[in-house]
């Protein structure tokens, strides 16, 4: 495995454990005021990171504005609050094996924005993994459909927030990985604020008393410094150094993270867990190699690409 698969990594294994630490701060504190703290203290940090080594020149947007905002808005605001409101509906274990089929939705993504057609095999497996997801969250048992509800609803539409992010990445190569965290960061905290403001007004979230903001500094430390700071640039460095498809890839060891911390508290999973877990990131990783694999060439040479030498090339994972 290239070196440079080591940055989506260390972002995968920080929002798996990001799911069960999450869940235990927003018993204190709503989704929408969590994301506020996490974001805003995020943000400044990023900030003074890219002013210190690119320069203050490096937090112009270069005309590109309206891109940032919307890419923000999608990957930081989108994402962080449809997935702390999942968390409530929700278990950990679920949403994180949902935001599995992050390389699908960016696959899809490609297709729609790049005029890249995915094959019928992908498209098969795609459906494939998604009968996965049911059979984690119901079980084996028709009756658990009932259990497939708005949290989960609401953590897929973090996931497509996220997969626009991860795509909109490759349309700033002249952008580092860190001026584009920053940047996207930035307009995302604005967005998250204005609807954490509204939420509180209309009465829908409430402001945390300093008691409660107390009892999760712990959690907002790792959700501010590991999940939010140091991911989001591992994942960002990863996207450059590997290509957006290749980097989403990594996304399918986030339900195997979030299983095993569920493991180490105690929980057992049942035999048809294991499957649809099984079946979903099988099903994700086929799907990102066929997807992927050019087209057989009759008279071309046998040849061997190195890992991370050209953005196309299947990340292996294990």
Request: net charge positive.
């Amino acid at each position: 495995m290239s070196r440079s698969a080591g940055y989506p990594l260390i972002a995968v294994t920080a929002w798996g454990l990001l799911f069960a630490i999450a869940t235990r701060a927003l018993r204190h504190v709503d989704a929408f005021n969590l994301t506020s703290a996490r974001y805003a203290l995020a943000s400044l940090i990023l900030l003074g990171l890219l002013a210190g080594r690119e320069g203050r020149a490096a937090l112009r947007p270069s005309g590109r504005a309206a891109e940032l905002v919307l890419l923000g808005a999608a990957g930081f605001a989108g994402f962080n609050l449809l997935a702390n409101l999942a968390l409530s509906h929700t278990t950990p274990t679920n949403a994180a094996l949902i935001a599995a089929t992050t390389p699908l939705m960016t696959v899809l993504i490609r297709w729609a924005r790049d005029g890249v057609r995915p094959r019928p095999a992908l498209l098969a497996l795609i459906g494939v993994a998604l009968l996965g997801v049911l059979l984690v969250i119901t079980k084996g048992r028709l009756s658990g459909l009932s259990g497939f509800g708005s949290g989960d609803a609401l953590m897929l539409g973090s996931v497509l927030g996220w997969a626009l992010y991860t795509h909109g990445s490759s349309r700033f190569p002249e952008f580092s990985p860190l001026r584009y965290a920053t940047l996207t960061a930035v307009t995302g905290t604005a967005t998250i604020l204005l609807a954490t403001v509204v939420a509180d007004l209309f009465g829908w979230q409430h402001l945390p008393s300093a008691a409660n903001l107390g009892r999760v500094w712990p959690e907002l430390t790792y959700l501010t410094l590991v999940a939010a700071v140091l991911a989001v640039l591992a994942w960002n460095t990863g996207i450059r150094r590997l290509g957006a498809p290749n980097t989403a890839l990594f996304m399918n060891l986030v339900p195997v993270v979030a299983l095993l911390v569920a493991v180490v508290q105690g929980y057992r999973p049942g035999t048809v867990e294991m499957l649809g877990m099984a079946v979903t990131v099988g099903a994700i990783a086929t799907a990102n190699l066929v997807g992927r694999r050019p087209a057989p060439a009759p008279a071309a040479a046998p040849h061997t690409h190195q890992l991370g030498t050209r953005s196309e090339q299947p990340v292996h994972v294990g």
